[in-house]
């Protein structure tokens, strides 16, 4: 089993900066791709950024610039750096990750989420 824990998510006025943190835990074999969704009232969830093991990123149009993903390896973790926050990037923030796990001697590759983290910003 793998765990995702979300932090950093707060309340910032428009032009200000967070940055979300998530950790994974459990019996980790390798992680593939971490990335960052948003989900906003009464909307889909959405793809805000994304990296992968070999450090590719891709980001959503309407982030980039502003938004800057990084991960560190050793310790399982993924950060969004965001700047220049706008109202619209109000929402719940969710952490993904594509892992292989192993137990017993055998590998289990699964998507997870975290819990998710409010972001929200004031005009």
């Known amino acids: 089993q793998v765990q995702l824990v979300e932090s950093g998510g707060g309340l910032v006025q428009a032009g200000g900066s967070l940055r979300l943190s998530c950790v994974a835990s459990?019996?980790?074999?390798?992680?593939?791709?971490m990335g960052w969704y948003r989900q906003a009232p009464g909307k889909q969830r959405e793809l805000v950024a994304r990296?992968?093991?070999?450090?590719?990123?891709d980001y959503a149009d309407s982030v980039k610039g502003r938004f800057t993903i990084s991960r560190d390896n050793a310790k399982n973790t993924v950060y969004l750096q965001m700047n220049s926050l706008k109202p619209e990037d109000t929402a719940a923030y969710f952490c993904n990750a594509d892992v292989t796990s192993k137990y017993m001697g055998l590998k289990n590759r699964g998507d997870y989420w975290g819990q998710g983290t409010q972001v929200t910003v004031s005009p």
């Open positions: 990296i992968i093991s070999a450090g590719a990123q």
């Open positions: 459990g019996r980790i074999f390798s992680i593939n791709a």
